[in-house]
């Protein structure tokens, strides 16, 4: 029987609460290792929690521990998430369903079945700010794929007070699920290399599903996580993928590898740590599937958590002036004497230049030799108030 080892990572500078990790800088230091095939990464509290597949095990790690079993046997489970009650949610290939622990032990299958006919192998997890649990069923999980039950693989969800709907029926083995920031999209993307894009309707249906980005390169799809600016972190045989989710592009990869500098494949990944900006990330080697636990380290983007309050500023501001030319006109605060500090970043998080006025009137900014392309500026006074707009240099 073949030992199957897994591999965990983390990344720092980056945050599903704070932004996105693009800097040039990384350094890895290794934490730890373990078998089974891991998978599931979700942070709790002050603690990571992930699986161990072929091992039945769902680990815990802490800063300064080892990896601790949680929970043995665990079905199998393959993607984790804790509920908006802290009640933990697993994707079980051995049981062919999505179960919820309780704080006392207790198991219950939320959704085993589809129409009589037995789920394929639930594998990863994604949950809706309602409430609802949206989830992946391909049939990676099971040992004979002549026990599929379903002539489908499909994307569901369970809603609030239990019905299993059936959003997606026509996606070759669905993988990796997470939800754009303020919920309105959903991505999932297939083993084979492929990441869509759904919106989603108010009653947790999905509608309008288009291909956001295929590359022949991108193969062997997983787990996925999303920044607050939107950014999605998929992982892929070439490591941790960083996609623009408005121009399908990849805009960054993070290759991930071993205590012996050689390349292996991350199987998911999610965003914890005590202030929300690192970057965790199961990998197994693709060939022995020995890993190590490491944790990577790199540029910290500073741009993190003011971008993310985008959606709460004033319209005007996001939208003036747009488009420029040599000068950048910067209207400043209304509150008249207060120091403020502009700071111009590429839209890939990189500070371009930072820029101090009275806060009165306008900055004018002389951009010359500034390539053309889009920019972010933002403003911030010593009081703490702040505001963004994205301009565009002609």
């Known amino acids: 029987m073949k030992k199957i080892l897994g591999i965990l990572f983390c990344l720092f500078g980056v945050g599903s609460v704070s932004g996105q990790f693009l800097g040039d800088s990384i350094e890895v230091e290794i934490i730890g290792s373990g078998s089974g095939f ?48 802290g009640r933990l949610l697993m994707a079980r ?62 994307v569901y969800s369970i809603t609030p007070d239990g019905e299993l709907v059936l959003l997606d029926g026509s ?26 894009c759904f919106d989603v309707e108010r009653n947790n249906h999905i509608t309008n599903k288009r291909l956001l980005l295929s590359d022949p390169d991108f193969e062997y799809c997983d787990g996925m996580s999303v920044d607050s600016l939107g950014f ?50 199961t990998s197994n080697h693709p060939t022995t599937y020995h890993g190590t636990v490491s944790r990577v380290t790199g540029k910290q983007v500073t741009i993190h958590t003011i971008v993310a309050e985008l959606s709460q500023l004033d319209p005007s501001l996001l939208a003036f002036p747009n ?49 053309e392309g889009n920019y972010l500026v933002v403003t911030h006074t010593p009081e703490g108030n702040r505001w963004v707009q994205q301009v565009s240099k002609l």
């Not at 083995?173 to 492929?194: C, H, M, Q, R």
């Open 93 to 154: 290939h051995g049981q062919r369903d999505v179960a919820r622990r309780s704080a006392d032990g207790s198991v219950e299958a939320l959704a085993s079945t589809y129409q009589g006919h037995r789920l394929n192998s639930p594998n990863d997890l994604a949950l809706y700010s309602d409430g609802s649990v949206f989830f992946t069923d391909p049939t990676h999980g099971l040992t004979n794929i002549l026990d599929a039950e379903l002539d489908f693989t499909g």
């Open 323 to 371: 488009p420029f030319y040599e000068t950048l006109n910067i209207p400043l605060s209304p509150t008249s004497g207060s120091e403020v500090t502009c700071t111009v970043y590429r839209m890939d998080g990189t500070e371009v230049a930072q820029l101090q006025a009275q806060s009165s009137g306008w900055l004018n900014w002389d951009t010359t030799g500034l390539p």
């Open 232 to 281: 999605l972190y998929v992982a892929n045989a070439m490591g941790i993928s960083v996609i623009d989710p408005g121009t399908g592009t990849v805009v960054r990869s993070i290759p991930i590898k071993n205590a012996a500098n050689e390349s292996i494949h991350p199987t998911n990944c999610c965003f914890g740590g005590p202030d929300g900006r690192t970057l965790y990330v």
């Open 171 to 196: 996606l070759e083995n669905p993988n990796g699920i997470a939800f754009s920031p303020d919920y309105s999209k959903l991505y999932v993307d297939i083993t084979g290399g492929e990441v869509y």
């Open 38 to 85: 891991f998978e599931g990464p979700v942070w709790r509290g002050d603690s990571l929690v992930f699986s161990a597949i072929s091992s039945s095990i769902i680990y815990e790690w802490k800063e300064g521990g080892s990896l601790t079993p949680l929970i043995q046997p665990s079905g199998n489970a393959n993607g984790l998430l804790y509920d908006q009650q």
